[in-house]
């Protein structure tokens, strides 16, 4: 088998994968803040449920790049989406049961199976060459695109299931991604073959490396242009996270319906995943920091435009939020390229997830953020301050490119 359709056969794997995915944790955002809210009857509380899956994701990047750096990536995937399974499971038995407790600890297993999206991208760019490795990478981020836009859309229907079991509406997100998710680990466990990893590691003659996350932030820092990167997939994560968490709770102040409050959160997905094989084939182009500069700008601009939009302006939220997922693709997959091509193949699984637990540490500290803020000041002021640390690097990445020159 050529080393060209080994990439291709991987690349389609990862993004079939990515597809369920999608449809699994996309409906579950605004269903998990809108469970915690109805439990804890608190609006500032709201933010937990984002905040536990994240921290979940957090938690297990670690975890995975370990298990991905011995096994390869169809065990470290595999296991990241089972665990989300067996989440999706504990945060029904929580919220058909108002037990705070059980619905955190299934977001906290769901986010599992976000971490396990993430390093999905890394996947796709083992064999990669410098030339299309962004491109990969953007195959795979798109392959969220049709999952995550139906996802929020499927919230009504699967509400109506979960009446039919009589449970409350809100689980129905959850019973439907304990099944998607389930699909998305036998695609991975079945198709992902040969591991592309463990491939790239015997073609470049390299034997078993134990690298610690200590020792992968510390190469990290030893690069300008990698500390760059790490610092843009977290700021513009967590300016995305703090957002998008509390936009539901905003729109619900105003009674907007389930269906209308999916239909803006699947714009906003439609931004983050649907263009990225554009963004990644300027990233090619283009460079990697200037990709970086303009996800910068977009995220700006949507923080802008949605922070003095109406609680039941959806047209203006929907555009908002697609500017938030655009400026976020952009940050996300140049920032990935070029942390993956600044750091030594040895070091590249423990530096991408400690990349991905800096990323989701941050996200998960902005989704808390997020709902103190809306409790005690407004959705506005939420928005300017997720546009200050992208404003500040912003101007580091000027100061970078001209000391280059």
Known sequence: MSHTHVQHRTVRTLATAQVLNGVGIAGTVAAGSLLVSSITGSETLAGLAQTSGVLGAAAL???????????????????GLFSGVIGSIFAIIGGANRNLFFMLLGTFLVGAASAAGYQARFAAIDLATNE??????????????????????????????????????????????????????????????????????????????????????????SNPHALFAISAIAIGHVAMVSVMVMTPIHMAHVDVTLRVIGLVISVHVLGMYAFSPVVGALSDRLGRMRVIQIGLATLLLSTIISGSAAADDAITLGIGL????????????????????????????ASQGASDLVMNLSGAGGGALAGVIIGTLSYGWLCFFAAIPVVVLGISSIRILHAEK
Not at 61 to 79: C, E, I, M, N, Q
């Open 61 to 79: 990047a670690l975890p995975l790049a370990h298990l991905t750096a011995r096994g390869g990536r169809r065990l470290a995937l595999s296991v």
């Open 322 to 349: 697609f500017l938030l997922g655009l400026g976020w693709s952009g940050t996300l997959i140049a920032g990935s390229a070029l942390l993956s091509e600044t750091v030594s193949l040895e070091m590249r699984a």
């Open 132 to 221: 299309t490795r962004a491109k990969q990478l953007s195959f795979v981020v798109w392959g969220s695109t049709i999952g995550a836009v139906a996802g929020p859309n499927l919230m009504d229907p699967a509400g109506n299931l979960a009446e039919y079991f009589d449970l409350p509406r809100l689980v129905g997100p959850y019973m439907l991604s304990a099944l998607t998710l389930f699909l998305a680990a036998i695609v991975i466990v079945i198709f992902l073959r040969p591991d592309p990893y463990l491939l790239a590691k015997k073609q470049a003659k390299i034997v078993h490396h134990k690298s610690s996350t200590k020792a992968a932030l510390k190469h990290i820092g």
